[in-house]
């Protein structure tokens, strides 16, 4: 079935450092690529999406790229700052339900 | 406009209760589906519903069921709780025609069994 497997935390990084969280994923079909990130106490908010391979999603500094080859869909950021430390999820979908990864946990300190 | 919305925010009961959580999803959107998210671990899917019925399930039991109105709405019921059924219940909705588009998420309700 299908399954998405994230890197495993937690993660601390110094403010302006360069953040990487791994995600790869096993799926059926061609599924669509997701980074949500959860804030303490809220749901779960859209970071980035691609749709098809090659595609490179970003958003707020975030960059992914979906790589069918290594069926991975890497999260980076050039330089992190406090307010990004949060639990960050790598999911997919190819039909209607999402798959989620158990979820990375970044704390940035000043 | 607003987005998906689920009450109550904090829930409290004891064990061999039933339960009832609600969802209005986004506006515009006819697809509702619920999510189960233990502490530490990404959200697990549970059931998805659209034109009131249930069309998709994941590895739950029975003791999990939902219900779509009409106006898309929807509620997931949990029968005789267990201690293991704490957690945080995610509702998301999407437009039915985009089918693998973003599910938008409410902040979720949190379930505590005692």
């Known amino acids: 079935g299908n399954s998405v497997t994230q890197m495993e935390g937690p993660v601390t990084l110094s403010e302006e450092a360069f953040l990487t969280i791994n995600c790869t994923y096993t799926a059926t079909g061609y599924p669509s690529l997701f980074w949500y990130v959860q804030y303490p106490g809220e749901g779960l908010q859209l970071l980035l999406k691609?749709?098809?391979?090659?595609d490179k999603g970003s958003n707020k500094g975030f960059e992914a790229t979906y790589r069918k080859e290594t069926t991975s869909f890497h999260l980076e950021k050039g330089s992190v700052q406090v307010s990004d430390s949060a639990v960050y999820f790598c999911?997919?979908?190819?039909?209607?339900?999402?798959?989620f990864g158990a979820g990375t946990r970044l704390t940035v300190k000043p | 406009d607003a987005g998906v919305t689920q009450s109550p925010t904090h829930l409290i009961k004891t064990r061999g209760q039933q339960v009832t959580l609600r969802c209005s999803p986004k506006s515009g959107h006819d697809t509702v589906s619920w999510y189960q998210q233990a502490l530490g671990q990404g959200p697990q899917f549970i059931f998805q519903?659209?034109?009131?019925?249930?069309?998709q399930r994941g590895n739950f039991p029975d003791r999990f069921s939902g219900h779509q109105f009409p106006n898309y709405s929807s509620e997931l019921n949990v029968n005789a709780l267990l201690l293991g059924d704490s957690a945080l219940y995610l509702c998301?909705?999407?437009?039915?025609?985009?089918?693998?588009?973003?599910?938008?998420f409410g902040a979720g309700t949190r379930l505590s069994v005692l």
């Open positions: 691609a749709t098809k391979a090659d």
């Open positions: 519903y659209y034109e009131e019925e249930e069309r």
């Open positions: 999911a997919l979908t190819t039909h209607r339900d999402m798959r």
């Open positions: 998301a909705s999407t437009p039915r025609q985009l089918a693998k588009n973003i599910q938008y």
